[in-house]
């Protein structure tokens, strides 16, 4: 891709004798909301720490606005970072913190004013300038630490679990605000998230990772609709994962014959997709939940648990009682690793 | 009940009279109208209280106590702090011996590194006692600024100092913009344990004197072997009173008590 703006070239990093991402291709685009993706410990915090320069590569590359930046020190790279602490200096108020990076660049105090106050301004926190971080909610606070990275007008702005330090409500809030930011400053945005719920919601592009390396790089709708492995589908909340053999369907527990071969080694359906009331298959029910439009159901199959959600128009099923249900082909994502 | 509140009291008024009794003793002794040191006093004046100021020794070792506090401890901080940082920081090769290393000083009785300097220091490289006497004052208030200033390191996410680093500092422009600020509570509460527990040095001082080279609680005891008057314990009352008031503020203004 010629449009890259971030060019992440075989890049290699490493703990110790730990490797924890070996050799990353990646290109990120100018104005892009990215979403680093994974299960804790599959590298995307690290790959995080290296584009800001806090972690040396092993080997390989980074490039950003056609420039290679892999030598070059964290301070000189232009690129903001919002903490998943926030990391705020406590002893400086709002006002302070976020004038802080314009003092170095030693601009005018006029200049310094007017970029603070707009920065404040553009999170929302106008009024606030005399608080002290302790002094402010986690919400605020969040908000300052990204007012804070955007008056330095960065290159990258990049964010490491910006949400989970805060609670429901204001989760949703700061998913819009941040999408907001983005369309408004058109930064480049990179963060890491593990809950794909927050990714498949912001991201322009999805950038699924395990175990150092990148799973699937996609859209939302690839990824929530056509994972291409086991891992990702599971991920994306494909709970039913069986592998296919010939006629049957196979699992650890057992296997069970249906009426299809399919040409992939490996079929997956979402909870909704497993069609329930009828079907050759057969399940006692050993867990049940409302969840509102439909009713969530674990039955214990010859292929072990399956996960199935009922409509509210089929009537409950009690406990321990069995349930017809069929593993249609129509609706299995196959799945070929 | 009664039983229980009556050994309460007893236990508490024990305790106040170990603890407060011979700071009341001194300061009753050195109020004396007599001519020795004595408890009960012979009447009550205040001309040793003033007699204090007129003896030229106890001013020379009083300034001399002030500077190896004063000095001793700044340098001591300027030592530990980085120390403190450094071993709070990075996983380094040996912290664990380093540390100790570094609270040896408290742990060795001070009789022996006080013998130990003299034997090793003074005598066979010809330092000067005042010399040998700021070392050792140094080296015995650096385990207390490392681990006072530690456990304010502790307090403060290392992530802080990235994030100053990601605005454009480097990483000493960040140690002194977003570090130093925010541990300047336990920098303080070093610089006050340090200062007196350096005034206060008895053991390794006694080895490291020489002529006109005393600290202050030195020459009190040297004062008192030849004239037993009571300006010992006025002295004595003196210094008490300046340490309570150098702990009561530090505690009224930052809390001194948390960092210790």
């Not at chain 1, 314009?102 to 007017?114: G, Y």
């Not at chain 1, 990824?223 to 492995?229: A, M």
């Not at chain 1, 490996?266 to 029910?285: F, K």
């Not at chain 2, 106040?16 to 700071?23: M, S």
Request: with cysteine.
């Amino acid at each position: 891709m010629s449009d890259a703006f971030v060019r992440l070239r075989d890049l290699t990093l490493s703990y110790g004798n730990t490797v924890a991402v070996p050799a990353l291709n990646l290109d990120i685009r100018e104005g892009e909301l990215i979403a680093l993706l994974g299960p804790s410990g599959c590298g995307k915090t690290t790959t995080m720490r290296a584009i800001a320069g806090l972690l040396s590569p092993t080997s390989g590359s980074i490039e950003i606005d056609g420039r290679d930046v892999t030598r070059l020190a964290a301070n000189k790279r232009g690129i903001g970072l919002v903490f998943q602490s926030y990391a705020l200096f406590p002893h400086l108020n709002a006002f302070e913190n976020v004038a802080f990076g314009l003092r170095l660049q030693k601009l005018p105090e006029a200049e310094i004013r007017a970029k603070t106050e707009a920065g404040l301004a553009t999170v929302g926190l106008t009024g606030f300038e005399a608080r002290k971080p302790a002094e402010m909610s986690g919400g605020q606070q969040q908000r300052l630490a990204l007012a804070r990275s955007l008056v330095m007008e960065p290159k990258v702005l990049l964010l490491d679990e910006p949400l989970s330090n805060l609670d429901a409500r204001l989760r949703l809030e700061m998913r819009t605000e941040l999408q907001r930011v983005q369309k408004e400053t058109g930064v480049t945005m990179v963060f890491v998230t593990h809950d794909q719920g927050e990714a498949l919601a912001m991201a322009d592009r999805i950038v699924l990772m395990r175990d150092g390396k990148i799973e699937q790089l996609g859209t939302p709708a690839d990824l929530y609709d056509r994972p291409e492995t086991a891992f990702a589908a599971e991920f994306m909340g494909f709970e039913n994962i069986l592998r296919s053999e010939g006629r049957e369907l196979v699992s650890d527990q057992g296997r069970v014959t249906v009426g299809y071969e399919s040409a992939a080694p490996m079929l997956a359906w979402r909870p909704g997709a497993v069609e329930i009331g009828s079907g050759p298959l057969q399940g006692r029910v050993i867990a049940s939940s409302f969840a509102g439009g439909h009713r969530e159901y674990v039955l214990d199959t010859a292929l072990g648990p399956i996960k199935a959600d009922a409509p509210v128009s089929i009537p409950e099923v009690a406990l321990g009682e069995t349930l017809a249900f069929d593993l249609p082909e129509g609706t299995a994502r196959p799945l070929f690793a | 009940m009664q039983m229980r509140s009556l050994s309460t009291w007893l236990i508490l008024g024990l305790t106040l009279t170990f603890l407060i009794g011979p700071f009341i003793i001194i300061i009753f002794a050195g109020a004396s109208a007599g001519n020795s040191l004595a408890f009960p006093p012979d009447g009550l004046s205040l001309k040793w209280y003033l007699k204090v100021f007129t003896v030229e020794s106890f001013r020379a070792s009083f300034l001399l106590s002030m500077f190896l506090a004063v000095v001793g401890t700044l340098f001591a901080l300027a030592l530990g702090v980085p120390a403190a940082y450094a071993l709070n920081r990075y996983k380094l090769p040996g912290d664990e011996l380093i540390r100790t290393i570094v609270a040896a000083p408290i742990i060795v009785p001070g009789i022996i590194v006080g013998l130990a300097l003299l034997r090793y220091l003074v005598v066979p490289l010809n330092f000067t006692v005042g010399m040998a006497l700021f070392f050792a004052h140094t080296a015995l208030i650096l385990p207390y600024a490392v681990r006072v200033v530690s456990s304010s390191l502790n307090n403060l996410r290392s992530d802080m100092e990235e994030a100053a680093v990601l605005l454009g500092c480097t990483r000493v422009q960040a140690f002194f913009k977003v570090v130093l600020p925010n541990i300047r509570g336990g920098v303080l509460a070093a610089f006050i344990l340090g200062f007196v527990t350096s005034f206060n040095q008895v053991p390794v001082s006694l080895f490291l004197s020489g002529p006109g080279v005393r600290t202050l609680p030195i020459d009190m005891l040297s004062y008192m072997e030849i004239t037993y008057d009571p300006s010992v314990a006025a002295l004595s009352a003196l210094l008490a009173f300046m340490s309570v008031a150098i702990v009561f503020t530090a505690e009224r203004l930052l809390g001194f008590s948390r960092y210790v």
